[in-house]
C-alpha cells in the first residue's frame, strides 16, 4: 500500500435532513420529528466516512461551493475531519448546492429535492491534473454533473474522456451514480465504464444501465441478473472491479476473483434511524478496503460494516465508526439470509 492517498470529486451539498413520521399521500399532512443540517454529496459523504475510520489514509476532496454562507460550512466540516480542501473552488455565480431530505421514522426510507446549484458548473477546468497526487481518485455522482455528463463526440460523455485522462496520469479511477429517473443511464453512465478501474452503484442504478430487471415483481432481488448486470460493466470496460450493493447484499466482479457475493449484516430492530448517504458510505467502506488490497470478499463484508454503521445516525456521516470498530463488526455480527 503506498501513501499518495485517495481523492474524491463532485457533488458538494448540504443535507437539510428533516425527520418524518410518515411520508404522507399527496394532500396530507405529516408531522416533522426533527430538523438537522448536515454535508451531503458524494464528496463530502464518501469522504468524511473515511476520514472518521481513522484508516491513515491521506484524503483530498475537489469540488465546487458557492461564496456564500453553506460553502463556508461545507469546506468548515472537512477541514474539521482533517480533509484537504485546497481543490475545493467557489463560485459567485450559483449558490452552494442543496438537498432537502426527508426521512420517513417508521421505515427509514428517505426521499431527495435537489437543488444544483454551483454543482451544475462543477468541470474538468476546477481539476488541475498537474496538482493531483493520489492514488485513488474516486468521481460522483453521474448523471448529477451537468459538465461532466455532457456530451463528447470522441468519447461519448466529459466524464469519460476526463476519467482517460486521469488515468493516463497512472491514477486509478472509481465513479459512483445517483439514483435519476431521467431515463439517459445508458447513454450517460456506460462510457464512463471504459476508463474506470472501479465502478460501485446500488442496484437500481446499476439495472438501468444494464437494461435488466435486478427484482420480481414482488420486490424479490434476482441475483443472476446482478450478476450479468456485473458481467456487463465489466465486458464495457471497468478494468478491475464493478460493485453492486443493495439492502440485501453487496456483489462484486473481480478481474482476478470472478463474481463474490456477501450478504449484509442482520441489525437488531430499532437500530435504522435513516438511510441518507448509506450509499456513500459503501463506496468509503469499499474505496477504504481496495486501498489497502483487501480481498474482494473482505472489501464487501468491511463495506456493508460501513454501511452499518450509517444507518445509526439520521444523516450522512455520523454514524460512522473507526475501522477497527467496523472490522468487529464485519466479522462478528450475524449476516443476512438470501
Not at 476520514?51 to 463556508?72: R, S, Y
Not at 493516463?168 to 456506460?190: H, M, P, W
Not at 437494461?211 to 456485473?230: C, F, H, M, Q
Request: glycine share 8%; net charge negative.
Amino acid at each position: 500500500m503506498n501513501n499518495r492517498g485517495i481523492a474524491i470529486a463532485g457533488n458538494m451539498l448540504v443535507d437539510n435532513v428533516k425527520t418524518v413520521d410518515t411520508f404522507p399521500n399527496i394532500g396530507m399532512l405529516a408531522n416533522i420529528t426533527g430538523v438537522q443540517r448536515a454535508v451531503g454529496g458524494c464528496v463530502p459523504n464518501t469522504i468524511i466516512d473515511i476520514a472518521k475510520m481513522k484508516a491513515g489514509i491521506p484524503l483530498t476532496a475537489i469540488g465546487l461551493v458557492g461564496e456564500d454562507e453553506p460553502g463556508q460550512y461545507v469546506i468548515d466540516m472537512l477541514a474539521a475531519d482533517g480533509v484537504d480542501t485546497t481543490l475545493v473552488s467557489r463560485t459567485n455565480k450559483a449558490q452552494t448546492s442543496f438537498s432537502d431530505a426527508m426521512c420517513a421514522l417508521d421505515t427509514g426510507e428517505r426521499t431527495f429535492f435537489h437543488y444544483r446549484g454551483a454543482n451544475a458548473l462543477f468541470s474538468p477546468e476546477y481539476i488541475p491534473l498537474d496538482k493531483l497526487d493520489c492514488d485513488i481518485l474516486h468521481i460522483g455522482y453521474i448523471l448529477l454533473l451537468d459538465a461532466f455528463d455532457a456530451r463528447d463526440e470522441e468519447y461519448g460523455t466529459v466524464m469519460a474522456r476526463f476519467l482517460h485522462e486521469v488515468q493516463q496520469r497512472g491514477i486509478r479511477t472509481s465513479i459512483d451514480v445517483v439514483s435519476d429517473e431521467s431515463g439517459k443511464f445508458a447513454e450517460t453512465v456506460v462510457p464512463a465504464l471504459k476508463y474506470c478501474d472501479y465502478a460501485i452503484m446500488n442496484e437500481i442504478e446499476a439495472g438501468s444501465v444494464s437494461g435488466l430487471p435486478v427484482r420480481d415483481e414482488s420486490g424479490k432481488l434476482i441475483a443472476e441478473n446482478i450478476r450479468k448486470t456485473l458481467e456487463q460493466f465489466m465486458a464495457h470496460g471497468v478494468k478491475h472491479r464493478a460493485i453492486i450493493h443493495c439492502p440485501e447484499c453487496g456483489f462484486c466482479m473481480d478481474a482476478e476473483e470472478g463474481f463474490v457475493a456477501v450478504p449484509s449484516l442482520n441489525l437488531p430492530e430499532g437500530y435504522v434511524k435513516g438511510s441518507v448517504g448509506a450509499g456513500d458510505a459503501f463506496a468509503a467502506g469499499s474505496l477504504c478496503a481496495i486501498y489497502q488490497e483487501m480481498t474482494a470478499s473482505d472489501m464487501l463484508a468491511y463495506a456493508s460494516a460501513a454501511a452499518a454503521a450509517n444507518l445509526s445516525a439520521a444523516d450522512s456521516v455520523s454514524g460512522m465508526k473507526v475501522a477497527d470498530e467496523l472490522k468487529i463488526m464485519m466479522n462478528e455480527w450475524e449476516r443476512k439470509t438470501l
